[in-house]
């Protein structure tokens, strides 16, 4: 009886063990923010939608969101980018980069202007 006792408390305790590794190892793969306010993401942080710099929280984070989100993640920091890595209105004027007629901001028009990416040019 007393064998029976030591091999079930054994067997409880594998189970418990192996049970609380893969829960373990299924929670590092859990974010912990909202992945779809993620507007653009770099190697050292990302751009939320409402245009604010978030730096990844820790590397387990960044790991993950880099393997689940490919299409959305340069491996690059986001200095290194033109306009901060900014992909969505890159003057600040207001108006997206799709729709800009005016991309530098310098109030000439894209089509009459000759340095169309250079704002102290016209």
């Not at 689940?68 to 890159?90: F, I, L, P, T």
Request: glycine share 10%.
């Amino acid at each position: 009886m007393k064998t029976l006792r030591l091999v079930t408390a054994i067997v409880g305790t594998l189970a418990t063990l192996t049970f609380a590794n893969v829960t373990g190892a299924l929670a590092a793969d859990t974010f912990s923010f909202d992945t779809g306010g993620v507007a653009f993401a770099y190697s050292d942080g990302y751009w939320d939608r409402e245009h604010r710099w978030h730096t990844w929280r820790n590397a387990r984070e960044h790991r993950a969101y880099r393997e689940q989100y490919r299409g959305s993640y340069k491996a690059v920091r986001h200095s290194r980018e033109r306009n901060k890595g900014w992909r969505g209105d890159e003057d600040h004027d207001g108006v997206p980069n799709r729709v800009d007629r005016d991309r530098d901001g310098d109030g000439v028009s894209n089509n009459r202007d000759r340095s169309p990416d250079n704002a102290r040019r016209n």
